[in-house]
Nanobody, 118 residues
Framework: QVQLVESGGGLVQPGGSLRLSCAAS????????MSWYRQAPGKERELVAD????????NLAESVKGRFTISRDNAKKTVYLEMNSLKPEDTAVYYC???????????WGQGTQVTVSS
């Protein structure tokens, strides 16, 4: 049974930092690319960052480049999103995502709320 469990969200002031974690189980973690998405109120879910299965390559949305970093620890079956210089527009529910072979089935965590406000 595939499970993705996010943690680390919270309320932070503008300019602050948070580190999100996503603990995975139920599939061969080291064999799959992983992604972080976010969804703000009234907006569509958007891709924030993704990382290849080995961690050798990452991609970040333009809106977070230079501020966010995605990483993973295959031994711990966990993917991270380090968020710095947070802005109010980063406020959203952040979701972990994996797409599994052979049917390209997408799995999502329950999400973790990030609120950036003074």
């Amino acid at each position: 049974q595939v499970q993705l469990v996010e943690s680390g969200g919270g309320l932070v002031q503008p300019g602050g930092s948070l580190r999100l974690s996503c603990a995975a189980s139920g599939f061969i973690f080291s064999g799959y690319d992983m992604s972080w998405y976010r969804q703000a109120p009234g907006k569509e879910r958007e891709l924030v960052a993704d990382i290849t299965n080995t961690g050798g390559s990452t991609n970040l949305a333009e809106s977070v480049k230079g501020r966010f970093t995605i990483s993973r620890d295959n031994a711990k079956k966990t993917v991270y999103l380090e968020m710095n210089s947070l802005k109010p527009e980063d406020t959203a529910v952040y979701y972990c995502n994996v797409v599994l072979r052979p049917w390209r089935t997408a799995y999502w965590g329950q999400g973790t709320q990030v609120t950036v406000s003074s």
